[in-house]
């Protein structure tokens, strides 16, 4: 049976409600999330055995993160106590033509403090067959950029399947390197990528590029480039995203498997309830059905995409959307009648 | 001037807010509703002497169903205390391509598990014109539906003109019966019918049709066996339903009078606030529209329609649109502006 | 530097929430507005030095308001105390085809009932390059009418712009006087003037005209004709609205400075969080710009739709988008990406 | 069978909630209440049937009051609609030692402005036995006073029982004419009276007088100058009010029936949920009791005294303990345990 | 290390806020508990490895209460899906003098319909050291009560400690079996008992008594017989509580170990916030405190009369204080300053 | 006129509501306060010319903290954008024998990483009277304590009135000083001191101290130490707070001006609703007492003591008692009637 662990930040988000601006909010929703985890609850929704490795701080707001962990059925029996505060993320969530708005305030979190080598990689892999990271762990401070990459380097060494979800923040990436400083090395691991092929090829350090994804002929070479820079890969995955307002999104895939292109019909979303996290749902989703029938690409992107829409009806930083909902999408029902 | 009676169950509705999952919700917003309830409420909204009859449980929370009762000016002089609980449903209210989801928790109500007889239709019935009920009565228990057979007899003998919403609950008739073994019976003295073809059909136990209400010419045949089967049946009216999304629906209408078909115009609905009782609101604007002009059908059918569509933009089980708001909508004004 | 003084009321809002009627609302959300502030409110946002001047009661009411005009940057130095009551209106939010509800208790407020004369608008205006009124002053109570008339004249002697949004109101003009009546030697000393053609045309006392919008030809000499009758008058300004549903705007605007017509494309706005205010974000973009820029006419016309767009999602009375905000959406990013 | 008729004004009450001050709340709660008003619910609560008259202004709030009659069980069949407003009151609840602050906004309400003349009292007297009103009526407006009379003094013709509560209210009587002016033609034809013996002498027009209540043999002599004054007095009562903070008091009473004085011991009230409508809830008390068995003089007092002491505990304007909570405050169980 | 298994039953609460009564409120709140899950919890809190064993629906409410058991660390491995309801029960919380309601609705729950036999109790116990049950389970149904008595009779064989609290509920034995008829068939196994000695006596089928707890010298041979008629009887142990009113109460214990009476000193509880499962919280503290140091009984005592007295502090059913809050109390600090 | 100046930080508090635990918490309530901005908020509220200086991010929730000085009529001209985050904490609120729980998480706040000098106090200060600071603005960090320092010399060249109210927080002073090697400094040029007198030994690196408040001989020569150490001081003042449980405090004070001992008589304070904010709102009352009469040591002190009191009532962290309201509390009226 697979076993998956992701590896992270959770965070506490203080998000307004009912569309109200930062300044008119005299009470903020407390939600706790973070990209990793997100994919962690994802996979435990479906039925996965899926792990969270962080570190939180020992106080009240740390514990409350913990439960949520438990809370989703996401195994946290290598979360460590320490550090000085769980890193927070304000969000005001925008309408129509008014964008969501984030206030990140996650500098110096338990996790970003964390001293290189402080987890026991070998052991917490035992019986584990699937690694998830993401660039954001990457980005938010040296030393969580050095326990990661020791981390992928175990994975690696181990044996197990590892994945990466590139999620390039321009707000992160305030310690002093950048991307190509230290995503090539951390790529090169990675059987799995989840990302844009420009942002790619940004953190690899190239030449920017600016994929057309309607020009499917011109796709094998692009993602092929993608291979070659990284040795492991076996799938490459790109969430086709158009935004027509901050309460409508599009919402399509393409996937490359080293041999062909993979396509994944486009899907309205309207309205969008929560755009926080659907990203993550898109890899929560992919993971799965890689897992559950990795030789079966196109499927294993129509559930990505899927669980992606359903994402963004959902309140919060992850998806709750339940197996047989993705595969309703996908099956064509998206038409949402009343179950009774 | 007209009194109706409508028999059926009045629920606890617990339904979870701002578009949160179950697992995610704290509190439930409580309301009270029930298909026949519903349409008692519309008629009174009216302007009509409206009156529900059931059974509630004699503890607070079947008196908070009372309030209700009164609060709507629904006339409840005739509402039985017995049982051991009031039902209540859970809703979960959907977005966009995740549709809202509703748990049952009806079983044993006391109307449900009201012993046959226990009602004086007879003097229920004195000075009143019209008696509706739907199939989800018989569809609870059998005590319900013959206590149901009886008002209905009752009705008939007194020379009130009666309505029956066919209301096909799969997730009902658990307790022994299927429609076809009780709804015909039922169905003989019903002058009035709002269902969809086929569910009739299959209610009345006949073979299994696909009707295409987009082919009028197929019609007249079709709600013609149905006049057939149904001797005192003097209108047959069905709500076209499209479901585009949770957040968007398209409502029409057909209705047949024995001689001939009327149409109403498809209108568009988004967002939906609240999909639940929409069929009740159509079913109680054709009552009204009925009453007040028996002869005009396409009013009558455009104001069923109207009703229904207004009944999405409201938050709960029946409908609180007013007399003029409803006819403002016919009259083409669905732009909606601010009154001031 | 541009420092405008805008004169009006401002009203206690009490208005339901989650799409609930008033006869379902266990709450009203309460804040403060109405038009004049609302404009002195976006005035601020945008950095520019505004004042609001009114008569409000010296009780925990008023004093709420005189704290909101403070936290929102609203220079009130010259706000009175008197009267009995703070204005108060109604606010039931609609959603598709059910439009929102205003029920205005407004009588006898503390502005209403000043008595002409009170303020001294010669020290007010020291110092201050710009007056704007609204025809709801004029409409409330033949005291704040005369007030107004007096605050007009003064700024008028004292070199001031004055521009008026015309924003009829047929609920209110209960006092005697109809717009004709006072409303032409109001418009006489305005420089800009912000509203229909045919509502310029009926409070000036003219014939009742149908301007077609779209028939850009004719449109010079519709708004010459308003030239004529305000000799002061260098910039007409009209906001187009569609209303398709509550939840689903169309705006566009034109715009005349005695010489050409300059047309701003119109914009989708959909969903629509509030409704409310969204002319008064107009006229505060359009101050805003032609403050400025004064020659830019188009850039001005553009500035006050987005911003107009804008308000429409955004909760309350007044506008709260941010100067970037409203640059973004004239350049042409409508798509409402979440910002991290 | 009793029925009582009672006759005043029913405002929207908006107030704070979770002790906020005015200046910190974004939501006032809505609920409807008034002295007379929260009479009647006590006494339909009690199984009594109990009317409700007055005028409310035939708009969405004036409706919503409507409901609230309607919901509570009391008949409103002789309610009218007019005038331009229902009064609006805002509370702002207090805790230990900072007191609750009411500020009013009900001048020009719809009953304040009613026509003298205009209820058709005969026929609303039909078949009642009892009339009660307040001077708070009185107080409210030179309209309402003389209204109030035309009632009183038809229910005196068809000898119906009158009851009073002085309910002095020192912010009010702005309309030119003081207490004395009008109380004591109203209070002649009373047979109930409660109210501070200071109250009554002061509203009698007569000397100050300060009562010491403890001073028992002192007070027959008190309360009987009162029987002088008013010729049809049967029954004065007071409710002992000691006030240790907001949030802690003291509840007893005294009830003289022309021969003896009866007291209620004193019972300890904290916290304090709400303290309005206490006087009400002990009015309230005092009725039924009195119609129950008018010779058990004190039980009649130690009912309204649990009563009013229930009420404290209970949201809102009026009383819904029920009569077995009272039931139980007099048979000694203040304990309160819980019910399971 | 020991492991702790409860069995019983765990419901939806539904909780009126604010003090509303339930008529007056449109929304409950929403937590899960139940008076042996409440145990575990403490238990879970104090880091006791705990774990609770129940059947449960398998749909969306049922996996609610599935999610409440991970988030507070309970062992949810043994939890079977099965039957058609959550129980639930209404509560509306006093105040002052007016007494908590609780209105039950748990009839045929997932557990109460449960099969005997269902649990494999030899595979749960495996590894065990402590089973506790509670009298709640023996009185919802014949089911229940069978499969706890063969849990009972399982845990003895496998040599667990055994504990029970009696809890009697007058609403609940409505099944046809009186407590006597099956109480001391399961008492007989027990070690630790925690109940008043008259409800002891009373499910003992033996004659009623009145314990005079202030009488020191009587109790030993009061709870004697106890240890007689329950020959495994190791401690037996009374809360004592005075109720003063619903927002006042007075807790103390006692408690005999066959040889000695041990007494905790009273203490003030005021407010109360909640007072449902206090009682299991004096449970869960006598538990945790016997399995630390078994000898010690005098801190046993005081360890869940402090558990007690701070769970009447917390909103919702189970107990959440700390391991260090409850030993501040027992170390004489309730002054309860701010931590900071 | 005198103006007052004060210094320290502003931070957004985080608070659960109704007594929920942090766990229990899906949101929290958002407030802005700081031991110095409280202290300007009492003043600004009784009419005194109050300005608060501090640096704030610029970012939305550094703008939050803007509006809330502007909302509440502080002075924010000299306030300055900088650094990376505004300062957070999180509060629990308890009751009964449960404490309040506050969580810092104030670290690298843009008020503690300011640059030493940033400030111009020259100018700040012009047209100023009186400037206080308090002894967490040293604890914050060696920054922070720099500035101050500055402040205060600075302060006391020009000649103004020096407060500093000692608030010792164990949990700050982190940065490597400790009180004795800063506070010496800072309090030698302060001229009124509020704080317990061991707390002041403590701060100033003397010998511990356990002062006996009652023992009323011992005081004078005991504050007598203290003047010695501060040769500026005028007037040192001692909150006595005597903790009964989370919901009652008794709260008294006690003034020595070099001469004499002034007590103020100890107030019960129950229920407390928020607790934080209680020893600001005696600073500001002190202030203002001697601003106001700087002769009339007893009305100081029981000023101080009254507006104390008061703020227990109050939810947030500054005090919005009225002048009026804490005057009647000097005079003896704690009774908290209904003002109407």
């Not at 435990?44 to 020992?58: C, L, S």
């Not at 005001?92 to 001293?115: C, K, L, Q």
């Not at 052991?123 to 020791?150: R, Y």
């Not at 990302?195 to 094998?220: C, H, R, V, W």
């Amino acid at each position: 049976m697979n076993k998956v662990v992701t590896f992270g930040e959770i965070m506490l988000r203080l998000s307004t409600e009912r569309h109200l601006r930062f300044g008119q909010s005299k009470a903020f929703a407390a939600t706790y999330g973070g990209g990793e985890f997100n994919v962690a609850v994802s996979l435990a929704n479906y039925g996965i055995d899926a792990e969270f490795v962080t570190r939180i701080p020992d106080n009240e707001i740390g514990h409350c993160a913990l439960k949520e962990m438990r809370k989703m059925n996401v195994n946290s029996s290598n979360v460590l106590f320490g550090g000085d505060r769980l890193g927070v993320y304000f969000l005001e969530t925008g309408a129509g033509n008014r964008g969501s708005n984030v206030v990140y305030d996650r500098a110096n979190s338990a996790i970003a403090t964390v001293e290189p080598g402080t987890f026991n990689w070998e052991k917490i892999f035992e019986g584990k067959t699937w690694f998830h990271f993401s660039g954001i762990t990457a980005a938010i401070s040296e030393n969580a950029e050095e326990e990661c990459l020791i981390a992928i380097k175990t994975a690696h060494k181990l044996g197990l399947t590892i994945s990466c979800d590139l999620n390039y923040r321009s707000k992160l990436w305030k310690y002093g390197k950048e991307p190509k400083d230290v995503m090539p090395e951390m790529l090169k691991y990675c059987n799995i990528i989840l990302g844009d092929i420009d942002t790619a090829f940004f953190m690899l350090g190239k030449e920017k590029i600016n994929p057309d994804y309607t020009d499917e002929a011109s796709l094998p070479s692009l993602y092929g480039k993608l291979f070659e820079l990284c040795p492991n890969l076996k799938v490459a995955a790109t969430t086709l995203r158009y935004s027509i307002s901050a309460s409508h999104q599009r919402i399509g895939g393409i996937l490359f498997d080293g041999k062909q292109i993979y396509k994944a019909a486009v899907k309205e979303i309207t309205p969008v309830v929560d755009r926080v996290g659907t990203g993550d749902a898109f890899m929560g989703g992919l993971i799965y059905s890689l897992i559950k029938d990795t030789n079966n690409k196109q499927k294993a992107l129509e559930f990505a995409v899927a669980a992606c829409c359903l994402k963004h009806t959902i309140v919060g930083d992850y998806n709750l959307a339940t197996l047989e909902e993705v595969e309703n999408i996908i099956n064509g029902d998206g038409s949402a009648k009343v179950s009774r």
